[in-house]
């Protein structure tokens, strides 16, 4: 067959040599693929092989049987079995453990009232502001009734002054009065305080004087002399005695030129003009 068969090659020439080699490789390559799909194919789901349960069984030897009996045959549990059984016990036997839920504190909503202090009686019967203004009211009082006192007195020796310097009290009535008024005395007396006081709250007003410039000096006095016109006016000023500190001798001048005008002499009057003297002190005039 082979002699045939190479002849067969020979004789057909390269075309059917050509078709064989192609036919020869192509089997061969279809072999060589299955083959290699058979080595590295994978199983993608083995199948799984389950083994069977063990069990040990252990032969007791018997006794020998009784007669008319039969022969009791033991069977013994395997050990596997036995925890089985234990663990389902166990399991069974555990006590369920309850949760405690934690006592929340409930928080009532009444307020508890806030005691007051109680305030100390000494506290309120010893207020130093009230201490200190009912001491002031005291002072001011004490100098209300002596500038009252120095008021009154200062009053009394003007009007003496000015009737000493009209000539005396004379004594009845009608020209028989003091010289320069005419009228009773009482009528004069009275004329002349008025005017006195008068005198004195118009000069007041222009007076100032500061203590602490005099070197505290309260002892400080001056006697000025004025001369008053029928209409009021003061023409003159000079000094019968000067207190020796030239601010306090100059601040009591100007209050009497600033002051100017005086109100006109008292009706009945009859002379032209009217000298008096004040006296100067740190207080006022006196």
Request: charge should be positive; glycine fraction near 10%.
């Amino acid at each position: 067959m082979m002699m045939n068969a190479d002849g067969l090659l020979l004789n057909g020439g390269g075309e059917d040599y050509r078709n064989f080699f192609r036919f020869f490789a192509i089997s061969a390559a279809c072999h060589i693929l299955f083959f290699l799909v058979l080595v590295f194919a994978r199983v993608d789901d083995p199948v799984r092989r389950i083994r069977p349960g063990v069990i040990n069984v252990d032969l007791v030897s018997m006794p020998a049987p009784s007669a008319g009996g039969s022969p009791a045959v033991t069977t013994t549990v395997a050990p596997a079995v036995r925890e089985k059984q234990k663990n389902k016990e166990n399991i069974q036997s555990k006590p369920k453990v309850k949760k405690s839920i934690p006592k929340v504190p409930v928080i009532s909503n009444k307020t508890t009232p806030i005691e007051k202090k109680k305030k100390s009686l000494k506290k309120e019967t010893f207020q130093p502001t009230k201490v200190v203004d009912s001491a002031i009211a005291e002072m001011e009082k004490k100098v209300e009734q002596a500038e009252s006192q120095s008021y009154q007195k200062t009053m009394e020796r003007l009007a003496e002054q000015v009737k000493n310097r009209t000539g005396g009290q004379g004594s009845g009535e009608g020209s028989g009065g003091a010289q320069g008024f005419s009228g009773t005395g009482v009528q004069t007396s009275e004329i002349l305080s008025v005017y006195a006081a008068e005198i004195y709250s118009y000069i007041s007003k222009n007076w100032s004087f500061n203590e602490q410039l005099a070197d505290g000096n309260g002892n400080l006095v001056a006697l000025l002399g004025i001369k008053i016109m029928s209409d009021g006016e003061i023409r003159d000023v000079w000094f019968d005695r000067k207190s020796g500190n030239t601010y306090f001798d100059e601040q009591a001048r100007k209050a009497v030129l600033k002051t100017g005008y005086l109100p006109p002499l008292p009706k009945g009057f009859n002379k032209p003009f009217l000298e008096i003297g004040l006296r100067f002190t740190p207080s006022g005039i006196q």
